[in-house]
Structure formats: structure tokens, C-alpha cells
């Protein structure tokens, strides 16, 4: 049996009583804060909250809905709002009931004023699974599925995700748990309790990623973060486990910036009779036809998805990002959109402003929007090397585990920092250290125009970098000062594939203590999918 699977087996037949996996999401306006959590009994359970743990003397009722789909259990998700909330003030809260009992007391703060010395700070990430979250604290390996506050406590808790006690939000574009409902959902329980020691105490936005698509997978996200602030049309959607919250696209405001989430896996089938491409896309347009309206407040937009639009290490990068890209890059060009985040890649990837993919090669006021691929939290599925030349418009990439912050400073400047967080391949002192520090400045926002949009490709990718942990672990450098992929093709060309699975074989016979599976390396590139097709794919690293 592999790790992964003995993992999930431990988890069988846990069970619980009292509230858990608390989580918090901003409200529809700024005077509320949603909380979700999970029950395995039917309760009447509600929140408590107020200005201090002593005088928790607010109560709002929490709607509960029964999950009825994981064989042989049934568990219950609780939503509740607090509600007529200060802007800039600490509250405290608690929730659950007098007789199964009230989770711990959490600390959020509810809409911070920033300040020059300190702006808005927004963590964003994709693609982190309950075993491998490497991004969540040092101390999380991929021999468990545990990494939860107590896991975290026994190692550095100054560094990664846990250290970001100042966040003002985190932004996790897709893909979680790996899967949510693997082991009968109990994989799904173990990811919330991972996150609640951020997730409790600052709102944790999220989008839709293609690990959450299968009936259960998807049922099991729209049940979990049904306290998402929709305002999708229409605002429901039918799953698996019935009709509940439409939170596979949706918008609000916080910190000087408009959020758009958006589900790219409705270009691959998801959606059902009445949320689907179409009704998406028709909702986006009107969204941010408003948005732009009121860019005196919000100045800086944000789409956030899971695929990519633009990205540059494999084949994921051409005909499935080319067919988001058709679509959306239109409408994000007419709208002004400062920037496109999304995960499904392993990696890092920070791309110029660019249009058709032409890049000017700067960031002081763009003229177009700015693609940033940030889905290397981690996962089981690890990371893959890049196979793909890096192109003129490729600022920066990096195929280490990371995260990323944005300081927003006010309505012209972003800061811009990657953060590494890699315990696999990496001494211990690298972990938390920032591999790309770059900034934004947008002096006058709203829709580009088009006679001012990059219209030359450059010929190379001139003040780029590249970060590619692959180069030492391969064994190909020559001395001669080319690339890692220009190496990679040499060596598969004079040698075959066979050669080439040998040598990444041979790699991870002796990194078998250390990692568990790197993603795809197929001689097309393309992971689109690769874990599910398990024939075939031994020689990635063992059983799956």
C-alpha cells in the first residue's frame, strides 16, 4: 500500500461531535463575516461572537444542511454571519451549542484600515492538498494527511502560511485536499482541520479547480464553501448533494481591489442546466461593467481562476490554455483587468503585461493585464520540470513549492513577493526566503487601449529569470550554459524516452524518502489528468 493510501486509510472511521473545521469568508457587505463548520450530529448550533472572549454576547442562528452522499455517513455543514460588525475592530467568536459543545474561541479582524507603514496584505495560493502542504507550515510531510495546528506547533511556526498572522485575506485558487471527497470525505475533514489555524481567523476566499469536478469531489466544494458571499446568476447550483450556493463564480470587494472568481472548468463540462459557460460569461461581462464603475473605490481588479491563460512549462500551456484564452482575454483587455491568478500548474510562473502574447517587458503602467500562475502550495502530485522553452513575455518562473503575498499599497502600487517553501530538495534555511520581489504601478486604471497594447514579440525573454530545482538533480549540466529544457530535449533526443524514464526513475528511487510522486513527465508534457490515469505511470515514483 502506498503512503498515500495508508494515510487516507487511517482516517477511516473518525468521528466527531463537537464543532470543527471553522472557517471564515467576508460577508456581503462590510458589516458581516460568514463562518462555516462541520458537525457529525444534527444540531441547532449558532455563533457567538463580540468584543472580547469574555462578553461573547451576540448569537446568530447557523442554517444547517445534512451531506448525505459518502457511503454509510451522513455529517452536517453549519453557516452563520456575523453581523453588524466595525470596520477596523478585533472581534472574537465561537460557535456550536449547549449540549454537543462550542468549538475554541478565533480572533478575526474585520476589515482593516491600511496605512503606508502597513497596506493590505493578501495571500494567495493553489493547488494545496491535506498530505504535502508543504506551503501550510514546515512541519507538514507527505507521509500524513495531519498537518494540523498541533502538527504545525512542533517545528518553525515563524515561517509559511501559519506565519501570516497579519493577512488580511487568503485567496486559494483551486484544487484542495487532493481529493475532498477521497476516503469517504474524511480527506475532505482533514484538509479544514489543517486549515482552521489560518482559516478561523482571516477570511479564506476560494475558486474552483479541476480536483473538485467528479459529482462527489464537486458536491463536496459547493457544501464546503457554501458561506462564500455569492452573488452569481443564478445563485444556486444543483449538485450531487442537492441545490446549494452557486460559488463556482462570484465577486466582492476588499482592500483597494475588485476579486472576480471565476470556474475555468466550465470551458471542460462542468455546470449544470442553469449555471453553466454561458450564464458565466454573460454574468462576468455585467459584473464588470460595474466594477469599472466604481474604480474610484476598488481600483485594482482581479480575476482569479484555476487554468491557466498564459503559462510557459508544458504542454497544459497550449491547447487548453488557448481555448480560456479565446474567450477571456477579450473581455479582461476591454475591462482593464489588472491581473489573471490562477493554479493547476505545480509551479510559479509571473508573467509581464500581455496581450496576444506581446509583452513590452515592464510593469510601470500596464497596458495589458498581467498573468501570474501560483499553484505550487502542495500536493501529492508534486512538480514537473519545464519542458517548454521560457518566452518573451515569461518574467519569472519557478518550479519549487511557494506562495504568494501582495501588499496593495494604495491605488497605483502592488508589492509583489514569492515566497519558497520547499522542504524537498531544499536545505531547511531556505524555507520562507522570497525568490521573486517585484512591484506593480498603475497610475490611471480602466479598459487598455488598443492602440497602446504591446504589438511586438520580443525576441528573447530579456530581463527574465528562472528558478528550475530540476538542473542539480538531473545530472545534465554540461558547463556550457544552456538551459535546463535545452538539456532535457538533447539528452531525450540522443538517448529516447526510455532512457529519459530511466534516469527520472533512477532519481526518485532515491528520493523515494523524501516525496512520494512528481507530477507528469510524459513526452508530451501534458499533466492534464495524469494522476487519474494510473496505467502506465509506475515509473513516475512508485504505487499511487
Not at 263 to 270: P, Q, R
Request: net charge negative; aromatic share 12%; charged share 20%.
Amino acid at each position: 500500500m502506498s503512503l498515500r493510501l495508508a494515510a487516507v486509510a487511517a482516517l477511516a472511521g473518525a468521528s466527531f461531535a463537537t464543532p470543527e473545521q471553522v472557517h471564515l469568508a467576508l460577508g456581503k457587505t462590510t458589516s458581516e463575516l460568514n463562518v462555516e463548520w462541520v458537525t457529525q450530529v444534527t444540531s441547532e448550533d449558532v455563533i457567538m461572537w463580540g468584543l472580547s472572549k469574555s462578553t461573547l454576547n451576540n448569537t446568530a442562528k447557523g442554517d444547517s444542511v445534512a451531506y448525505t452522499k459518502d457511503e454509510g455517513r451522513k455529517w452536517y455543514t453549519h453557516v452563520a454571519t456575523m453581523n453588524s460588525l466595525l470596520e477596523n475592530t478585533e472581534y472574537y467568536y465561537k460557535v456550536g451549542n449547549n449540549n454537543t459543545g462550542f468549538s475554541d474561541v478565533f480572533k478575526v479582524m474585520n476589515r482593516r484600515t491600511a496605512t503606508t507603514a502597513k497596506p493590505f496584505k493578501h495571500i494567495l495560493f493553489g493547488d494545496m492538498g491535506s498530505a504535502c502542504a508543504f506551503s501550510l507550515c514546515e512541519a507538514c510531510t507527505q507521509q500524513s494527511l495531519v498537518c494540523d495546528a498541533a502538527t504545525c506547533a512542533t517545528n518553525r511556526t515563524n515561517v509559511g502560511l501559519i506565519s501570516e498572522t497579519d493577512a488580511d485575506m487568503f485567496l486559494h485558487v483551486g484544487d484542495f485536499a487532493y481529493n475532498l471527497a477521497d476516503g469517504n470525505g474524511t480527506v475532505g475533514d482533514q484538509f479544514f482541520k489543517n486549515i482552521e489555524q489560518v482559516a478561523a481567523n482571516a477570511p479564506y476566499m476560494i475558486s474552483h479547480g479541476n480536483h473538485e469536478d467528479t459529482h462527489a469531489n464537486l458536491a463536496h466544494f459547493l457544501e464546503r464553501f457554501r458561506l462564500m458571499p455569492s452573488n452569481a446568476v443564478p445563485p444556486t447550483y444543483l449538485s450531487h448533494n442537492g441545490r446549494t450556493t452557486n460559488s463556482l463564480y462570484f465577486s466582492w470587494d476588499h482592500g483597494l481591489v475588485h476579486y472576480v472568481a471565476i470556474s475555468t472548468e466550465m470551458w471542460f463540462g462542468t455546470g449544470d442546466l442553469t449555471a453553466n459557460l454561458l450564464t458565466m460569461l454573460e454574468w462576468l461581462k455585467d459584473d464588470l461593467k460595474k466594477a469599472n464603475e466604481n474604480r474610484d473605490k476598488f481600483p485594482w481588479i482581479i480575476i482569479h481562476g484555476h487554468r491557466s491563460i498564459y503559462c510557459s512549462c508544458d504542454k497544459d500551456c497550449d491547447a487548453g490554455a488557448e481555448l480560456i484564452r479565446l474567450e477571456m482575454e477579450p473581455i479582461m483587455f476591454e475591462n482593464g483587468v489588472d491581473f489573471f491568478i490562477n493554479g493547476h500548474e505545480h509551479n510559479y510562473e509571473r508573467m509581464w503585461p500581455t496581450y496576444k502574447s506581446k509583452s513590452d517587458q515592464s510593469n510601470i503602467n500596464p497596458k495589458a493585464t498581467v498573468y501570474v500562475v501560483t499553484g505550487a502550495a502542495g500536493s501529492h502530485e508534486m512538480h514537473e520540470p519545464f519542458t517548454k522553452p521560457q518566452p518573451s513575455w515569461s518574467a519569472f518562473r519557478s518550479n519549487s513549492f511557494s506562495y504568494t503575498r501582495m501588499f496593495v499599497y494604495n491605488s497605483s502600487h502592488i508589492h509583489w513577493q514569492q515566497v519558497q517553501t520547499d522542504p524537498t530538495l531544499f536545505p531547511g534555511s531556505d524555507y520562507g526566503r522570497v525568490i521573486d520581489d517585484t512591484w506593480f504601478v498603475q497610475e490611471s486604471h480602466g479598459p487598455f487601449n488598443a492602440s497602446l497594447a504591446p504589438k511586438v514579440k520580443p525576441t528573447s525573454c530579456g530581463d527574465c529569470s528562472e528558478y528550475d530545482h530540476w538542473a542539480p538533480l538531473l545530472g545534465l549540466e554540461d558547463g556550457s550554459g544552456r538551459s535546463m529544457v535545452d538539456l532535457i530535449a538533447e539528452f531525450r533526443k540522443k538517448n529516447g524516452d526510455d532512457a529519459w524514464r530511466e534516469k527520472l526513475q533512477f532519481l526518485m528511487n532515491g528520493l523515494q524518502s523524501n516525496l512520494t510522486v512528481w507530477e507528469d513527465v510524459r513526452g508530451d508534457g501534458n499533466s492534464d489528468g495524469a494522476f487519474a490515469e494510473k496505467k502506465g505511470f509506475q515509473w513516475k515514483g512508485g504505487s499511487q
